[in-house]
């Protein structure tokens, strides 16, 4: 079969949450835009997010909520294209959504309502989709070729939206970051955000049989405080909070776990009357955690005596016991990939890089990353748009 020759006035590189958003404010201004999504769907990663029910946003969205080498770097993007704008989109197509906590909106029904709502969106805007296409090669002249294994894509503008390197088993791969260091771009080095946390096999042995227990802990770690639900795994800690701290940790780092936020445990021993005893002690940590939890932590934590300064620092340990994770689940479980192409490299209005003229770089392949609560999302529109307004 012969190969087709297709020419468009922009590329976009994926057909997930940043591609079809960029897409789509291109299609606004009237641009010949294609979409080349590798999948056999669009949005593979939008189905799945938010346990199907997709966190679209957050509505108190703001600069600080992302990590990046460049922490001012998504300011312009953010403000330009805000939550409010995202929800005016989701109210024009009429889909109900909820706040779950923390400013956090989801989907009454499901996800699909979101993926729904930009491929309705895209055909309105004339954009051509193409999926189950690989792309063989890329090169550059006075335009961006690209080459798939059937056909040959002509246009002056390239968007690359390909994501990072979580999940592989719905298709995540490299590709992003090889074709940035194809074309000269600094990438720093990506890692899984947003993953469980794996014990040492000590701390595996005291605590993984009481896998499904929760609490509510602030988790410490690099200068950064979460206070959210903790989980106990059958490998490890997860929960919100655990989450939001591994993007910040680095191997061999300790993390610090508060077990009883703004509680004072051994306080009722100031009284002379209070038997100084372990159930009194069980007792009074059970008021912060689940009760297997306590007395499984009182158990590897005696105090060393009952006097006052044993006392106090048992109240120290409680509110930061330090765990050194062996490692984290990895891309497989990881909700994000930290790291990607260098935000030194491309413009913070626009994502075009410095470098090449026409070639752009948008969501989660730039080092920009999210805290958990639908900031991801939002940073996707935003950054779509920034390019979609400019192709």
């Not at 260098?342 to 990353?369: N, W």
């Amino acid at each position: 079969m012969s190969s087709l020759t297709h020419n468009f006035d922009a590329m976009i590189l994926g057909g997930g949450a940043a591609g079809l958003m960029c897409a789509i404010e291109a299609g606004k201004r009237g641009r010949r835009v294609a979409v080349l999504e590798r999948a056999d769907q669009l949005g593979k990663k939008i189905l799945i997010s938010g346990g199907g029910r997709c966190n679209f946003t957050n509505m108190h969205c703001r600069p600080e909520n992302s990590l990046s080498a460049n922490p001012h770097f998504a300011k312009s993007a953010l403000a330009r294209y805000t939550p409010a704008d995202f929800i005016a989109l989701v109210e024009k197509h009429h889909i109900p959504y909820h706040e779950k906590t923390l400013g956090q909106l989801f989907c009454d029904n499901s996800a699909r309502d979101i993926l729904n709502l930009l491929e309705n969106e895209c055909r309105a805007t004339g954009v051509s989709i193409f999926l189950k296409n690989r792309i063989r090669e890329v090169t550059r002249t006075d335009g961006f070729v690209v080459k798939t294994e059937g056909d040959e894509f002509h246009a002056p503008a390239l968007v690359v939206a390909t994501g990072g390197l979580s999940i592989p088993k719905i298709g995540a791969t490299s590709f992003g970051y090889d074709l940035a260091r194809q074309f000269g771009l600094k990438i720093r080095e990506p890692w899984p955000g947003l993953v469980p946390l794996v014990f040492d096999s000590a701390d595996r042995a005291r605590y993984c049989d009481l896998a499904g227990v929760s609490a509510e802990v602030v988790a410490s770690c690099d200068g950064q405080s979460f206070r959210e639900k903790m989980l106990i795994t059958h490998r490890g800690l997860s929960g919100p909070a655990i989450l939001q701290i591994s993007s910040y940790w680095k191997k061999s780092q300790p993390i610090l776990i508060d077990l009883a936020p703004g509680r004072e445990i051994t306080g009722a021993f100031g009284d002379p009357k209070t038997p100084r005893n372990l159930s009194a002690l069980k007792s009074a940590l059970q008021a912060s955690l689940p009760t297997r939890l306590a007395t499984r932590w009182l158990d590897h934590h005696p105090p060393a005596a009952w006097t006052n300064a044993a006392l106090a620092q048992l109240e120290q340990q409680a509110h930061a016991w330090e765990i050194i994770p062996s490692g984290t689940e990895g891309y497989e479980k990881a909700e994000v990939t930290a790291g990607g192409v260098d935000t030194d490299e491309l413009s913070a209005k626009t994502m075009e890089s410095r470098k090449v003229p026409g070639l752009f770089f948008i969501g989660e392949v730039v080092d920009v990353t999210g805290h958990l609560g639908g900031f991801n999302f939002q940073w996707a529109w935003a950054s779509g748009a920034a390019a979609g307004r400019v192709l």
